[in-house]
């Protein structure tokens, strides 16, 4: 099962097939990182901290 880049996490095959750039077998973040969003096609920090 593939695993975050950033945090480790394990994440389904079809969120990297959707969220991970081409040619990518790992997300470099995903719903479990708590400093790290996605923005657009690129990840920066986040500015709050995320509600879970």
């Not at 719903?31 to 920090?45: T, Y």
């Amino acid at each position: 099962m593939p695993e975050c880049q950033n945090c480790g996490s394990f994440v389904t095959v079809d969120y990297v097939r959707v969220f991970a750039p081409d040619g990518l077998d790992k997300p470099r973040v995903c719903p479990h990182c708590e400093d790290m969003i996605r923005d657009g096609g690129s990840i920066r920090e986040a500015r709050s901290t995320r509600r879970t």
